[in-house]
């Protein structure tokens, strides 16, 4: 007959004690982790909207200036600053454009709920030529149109990341 001592009894008793909260610090690990990656994949999603928004306030910027060369009505061009394209945002109710002294690029971007007041959105439009040598005056037919957009991204969230600066800029021909 086998007989089982007390003293294996006991260390299997032990062994069973030692294993308690480990499920506990895991599952508050595995949680940290998740919950940083979750708001870096939101502040990621931000950052995309931030930029799509100013890439699309570039082309409203160009094709304006493409529209509004010298042989429409209403010119713009080529001297900047170009109040029509890189001047103020409009405010509500207003049209931004040619004598409005509102512009269409921070105009554009206010509605996507970005701060452009200030020097917060910097907008610097370019005229030059298609080929050389260059058709005068530059916002005539073929010349080009250039439209740069910056805006600081400050994170949403923060945690220690610094404020990006975002560029985003069109180009396009004249066309009037």
Known sequence: MIQVSSHAGSVFKLRLRSDRGQATIEFALVVIFLMIMVLSIVEMIFFMNTYNVLADSAKEGVR??????THNSQ???PTCPCAAIDGPP??????????????VVKTFA???LHDVTGTKMTVT????????P???P????PNRVQVVVAYPYKPFFGMGWPTITVNAA???RIMN
Request: charge should be negative.
């Open 110 to 112: 206010q509605y996507s």
């Open 138 to 141: 530059l916002n005539k037919t």
């Open 125 to 132: 439009v370019t005229y030059g030529p298609a080929d050389s």
């Open 134 to 136: 260059p058709v005068t």
């Open 90 to 103: 409009a405010p509500a109710g207003t049209v931004p454009g040619y004598g409005s002294g509102y512009g």
């Open 64 to 69: 304006y200036a493409i529209v509004h060369g």
């Open 170 to 172: 069109a180009e396009g």
């Open 75 to 77: 010119p713009s061009g």
